[in-house]
């Protein structure tokens, strides 16, 4: 849909216009576009599924059915007085929401949206995607430390032992969809799914949520644990360190960190309905189809919506981890899981 | 020859290591490091401190100060007459109103040997009960917050209020009834309160069976308390904990069983629940079956509700006569007593509260040592404290 924004545009103001110039319009285009209205859109849908599920009230009043209570919350901290403690390190207190938002900014970067329709089609597209999740953990720490407050040291150190653990099991779950589509790029992963067959069925594709089950198991509880939520939200634990490493902070800053963790589950969720769900593709309808290009992101956010559920099922109803019964689940049984399920997978890939 | 400048050499080296390896060592030992959690935490839900030396997250030590909130209730009774105190009194454990002022009414009512009548010992026994059950959902509703679980303390919050709504029909007030009086009640129940009561008994098991699934039932819950906070029974009596933490580390004490003058316990068929573990997960488990046998009780008592007045004969103004008199009831929080000493006046002379959570949490010390940060909240939400209650 985006790259042919370019083509569309390009004979109408008859001017060629340059690569970069392609991809920048692509990227700051897509951002505007898409990323904005879905997170705002999760945070919505999430905070009506969260107060149905708690039985309160949830937003009723900004927009209808509280549709805008996103932009009333950001209105309420835009407000607020930014303060900076006085010990803190001024620099990387600053800087730490951003550091963090960009880790989700980037990770979007790399999920396709139809089979033109991508920001940036990277033949390392999951490789990508794995390495700037872990961006996030410098921002986090950066918050912690530098806030100069025992609470904030805390939880950042927690975080980043945390971040740490949870990013080998994820990355060994990713491997088995990568080892059964045969390519690192997420739009191939994609057309592997919808042109895949269940035993000679293709009616349906093959989405890997079937035959990577484990993985996608082992991906949604490491994805839980990046996120820094319940059951894995000591870095945050309200009740034990206040709020973790986001305690100093007010304002736009703590709107940042607040937003950043609704709109990075929403991508995450997005990177899991792509590697496993089937991405922006529905049965019956062949993958080549033109209709792809404006039905995809549809598609996919109906996806990313299921995903984002069920990781938000889990969040309101666990309680919380210690730390080290954390690590023991992350070393001694996701991650052996994880390699059973890669030698599995190694060896059907082999057989078939 | 060589072989004795090598070894030479192989000392050297080996002397040098060492020493490379103590400076190491010096440079690395880690540094203890002192946390405040409150006076204002999240945890506390009042204004109790923490002063905990950590080692990395392991405590080394805990110690409870108290007295944020202290108001001196002790000596404002010394300016009230009898009947004003219930006021003041309401507010210790502020989550269990009426249990508060069923001992010091009491007590007094020992001083004057005057007795209330049957339906009001009846009443005054069903409200209790209530408070009872009220103050345990609150309180597991909480300690599941205090674990991480978010929704749970909505459910709480939510079913909570089948019984404040009761509790108001008849008092006026969901949290300070302020409805007990020397002699009996200030008033007899609504009409129709007795089957509202029944449903709303009802609305309280299924209360307390879905939290049962919902945070007993969770294996997170269970790994997060199960050998966490033990506290054998010989300390827990030697530190004079009560009420449910006491029950939880297995020992069979309960005041409604073991002393119900002035309530109507001994005409309820109920159970002593306990508990052998004496963790964190026994005191909840505790709690939540006292909870659920509360509501057995507030059943059969409703049935058995006998008919007449609800006030004994007292005098308009009342004065107590000289002398002490101490009684003690099983609250919520655990054993609540009041020992007043009257010089037949208008006020009382001196008033001695002796309130359940000050003396529960005085084992904060010995429980927490060696624990993790994060088992220091769980710890302090299985041993359930009001604020109010500890400082008074």
């Known amino acids: 849909m985006i790259s042919s924004l370019s083509t569309v545009l390009s004979p109408v103001l008859a001017v060629e216009i340059p690569y970069w110039g392609q991809t920048s319009l692509r990227v700051l285009g897509g951002l505007v576009a898409i990323l904005l209205p879905a997170g705002g859109l999760v945070y919505v849908y999430l905070f009506k599924m969260m107060s149905f599920m708690q039985s309160r009230l949830g937003p009723m009043e900004a927009g209808p059915y509280g549709s805008l209570q996103l932009l009333a919350e950001v209105g309420k901290f835009l407000q607020k007085e930014d303060i900076v403690p006085a010990k803190a390190d001024r620099l990387v207190f600053l800087g730490a929401p951003f550091v963090v938002l960009i880790s989700t900014f980037l990770l979007l970067l790399a999920v396709p949206f139809g089979p033109d329709a991508w920001f940036v089609d990277l033949d390392t597209g999951v490789y990508f995607a794995m390495a700037v999740s872990s961006v996030s953990v410098i921002g986090i720490l950066m918050a912690g430390w530098g806030s100069s407050s025992k609470y904030s040291l805390l939880g950042g150190i927690r975080a980043a032992g945390q971040l740490v653990a949870y990013e080998l099991p994820m990355i060994l779950a990713v491997l088995g969809v990568v080892i059964q589509a045969g390519t690192l790029n997420m739009n191939e992963i994609v057309f592997a799914q919808a042109n895949g067959e269940i035993f000679g069925f293709g009616g349906i594709g093959n989405p890997y949520i079937l035959t990577q089950f484990v993985g996608f198991a082992v991906f949604l509880i490491a994805i839980q644990a990046e996120l820094t939520q319940p059951p894995f939200d000591m870095p945050v634990a309200e009740s034990e360190l206040v709020a973790g490493y986001m305690t100093e902070y007010s304002g736009l800053r703590f709107l940042l960190f607040f937003i950043g963790e609704f709109a990075t589950a929403g991508v995450f969720s997005a990177i899991a309905a792509v590697l496993f769900l089937g991405g922006w593709y529905v049965p019956f309808l062949e993958p080549e189809h033109n209709l792809y290009n404006v039905l995809g992101p549809l598609v996919l956010m109906a996806k990313i919506f299921g995903v984002a559920g069920l990781i938000f099922w889990f969040r309101f109803t666990y309680p919380r981890f210690r730390e080290d019964q954390l690590q023991r689940l992350a070393w001694k049984f996701l991650i052996p899981i994880a390699l059973v399920n890669i030698v599995i997978t190694g060896v059907l890939k082999v057989v078939f | ?392």
């Open chain 2, 1 to 392: 020859m060589t072989a004795t400048a090598g070894s030479e050499r192989e000392q050297l080296a080996y002397i040098a290591a060492k020493a490379a390896d103590s400076r190491v060592n010096v440079e690395l030992e880690t540094e203890g490091m002192t946390l405040n959690i409150g006076p204002q935490h999240p945890a506390t839900h009042g204004t109790l401190r923490i002063v905990a030396k950590l080692d990395g997250e392991q405590v080394i030590s805990a110690d409870p100060v108290m007295g944020y909130m202290h108001r001196g209730y002790e000596k404002l009774t010394e300016v009230r007459t009898y009947p004003q105190v219930t006021t003041l009194i309401n507010r210790i454990d502020w989550l269990g109103s009426f249990a508060n002022e069923v001992p010091f009414i009491l007590a007094a009512e020992k001083l004057m040997e005057v007795e209330a009548p049957p339906r009001a010992v009846w009443i005054r026994t069903i409200l209790f009960e209530m408070s009872r059950i009220a103050n345990n959902l609150l309180g597991l509703g909480d300690m599941a917050a205090q674990l991480g679980a978010v929704t749970p303390v909505f459910y709480a919050f939510r079913d909570r209020e089948y019984v404040l709504n009761q509790v108001e029909a008849v008092t006026g007030g969901r949290f300070h009834p302020n409805f007990d009086r020397i002699g009996g009640l200030k008033d007899d129940i609504p009409a129709g309160w007795i089957a509202s009561t029944k449903d709303s008994m009802i609305k309280m098991r299924q209360a307390a069976d879905e939290l049962e699934s919902l945070v007993f039932g969770n294996e997170i819950f269970t790994t997060r308390t199960r050998g966490i906070g033990i506290i054998p029974a010989e300390v827990a009596l030697e530190y004079g904990m009560s009420g449910s933490n006491l029950r939880g580390s297995g020992v069979d004490w309960d005041l409604r069983r073991d002393s119900p003058w002035g309530l109507a316990y001994d005409q309820a068929d109920w159970k002593v629940w306990t508990h052998p573990d004496g963790d964190s997960y026994s005191r909840a488990w505790v709690r939540l079956q006292e909870m659920r046998e509360g509501t057995y009780i507030v059943d059969q008592l409703l049935d058995s509700l006998p008919s007449g007045p609800v006030m004994a004969k007292v005098p308009r103004i009342i004065k107590v006569p000289e002398g002490e008199a101490w009684v003690e009831t099983e609250n919520p929080l655990g054993a609540m007593g009041y020992y007043i000493v009257s010089k037949g006046d208008l006020v009382p002379f001196r008033v001695k509260i002796r309130s359940a959570s000050f003396n529960n949490i005085a084992i904060v010390p010995w429980v927490l040592k060696g624990v993790y940060v994060p088992d220091i909240i769980s710890i302090l939400a299985s041993l359930y404290f009001i604020l109010g209650d500890i400082d008074r």
